[in-house]
């Protein structure tokens, strides 16, 4: 573990990140190595990253380290005041869940200058050095999904994409891996890909303007379950009967969509345990031990047949 400076300067930057920080909170009090971790999450109005949140909490409680977490409400500069504050406080590590993979670049490389490792969680971070990269199979959860929405489209039909946060690596490597195993499938034509941001709201209006142009769609790929959730608002009887819609996180909505049969699929992540496994790598970490370069957690799919065990 790196050797902590302590200085009233320290500890009172630390108390004012504490109690001004928007969303933070704090697990365990310090272990007898004083371990101490700064985590800034992309968002906490996302119910997949309230889930991440509590495992990184749990996690900390097992391991009896101090935990602060920050919410950098999806806004880039915002979280690259939080990871320079966690700097200046001189914590043993630092967990980043980007909210854009390229954006995150300068903050990590200035924390790898402060001698501070960075832990990325659930998105890489594009350029810059970190300790480990916690993320699920995106690439694989891709193709999944391609191959999930192809058994149920009869292998052909009329496709729409409403993809994620432009700039994260989920969106990238989601899309990456759909676009790879839709191409096994001629006779499925993607008709249109936008981006809805992971967002509900923002997957209702761009699906309801989507129909307009594609009043023929038969099926929809959204690369997180809130887009999914907002394109069924907008598809209204037709989703589970005349448009497939797959998600991608296996949030507790997307899940109960699922169970409902308006959701074909979910391709499910685990949010606590991408939590779980950042702070316990970011543990490791301070102490001076071998971790892997890339850390991959499986992802499923979830089905009408299988949702009773994921809920």
Known sequence: MRTKRTSLATVAA??????????????????????E???SISTLNNPFFVELKKGAEDEAEANKVRLTITDAQDDAST?????????????DTVVINPVDSDAARPSVEAA???????????????????ATTVASDNVQGGELA???LAEELGERGKVVVLRGLSGTSASRERGEGFEKGIARFPAIEVVATQPADFDRTQGLDVMTNLLQ???DVTGVFAEN????????????????SSVTVIGFDGTADGLKAVQQGTMAATIAQQPDE???????????VARSEEVDTEIKVPVKVVTEENVKTFL
């Open 14 to 35: 630390l108390l004012a990140l504490t109690a001004t920080a928007c969303g933070s909170g704090t697990a365990a009090s310090g272990g007898e190595d004083g371990i």
């Open 37 to 39: 971790i700064g985590m």
């Open 79 to 91: 979280q690259a005041n939080q990871v320079q504050n966690f700097i200046s406080q001189n914590l």
């Open 112 to 130: 790898d200058n402060a001698g501070v490792p960075v832990v990325a969680a659930d998105r890489a971070v594009n350029g810059a050095k970190v």
């Open 146 to 148: 391609a191959q999930q």
């Open 213 to 215: 142009a594609h009043p």
């Open 225 to 240: 379950d809130e887009m999914a959730l907002g394109a069924l608002q907008a598809l209204g009887d037709r989703a589970g």
């Open 274 to 284: 991408l939590g779980r496994m950042s702070v316990r790598n970011a543990v490791r």
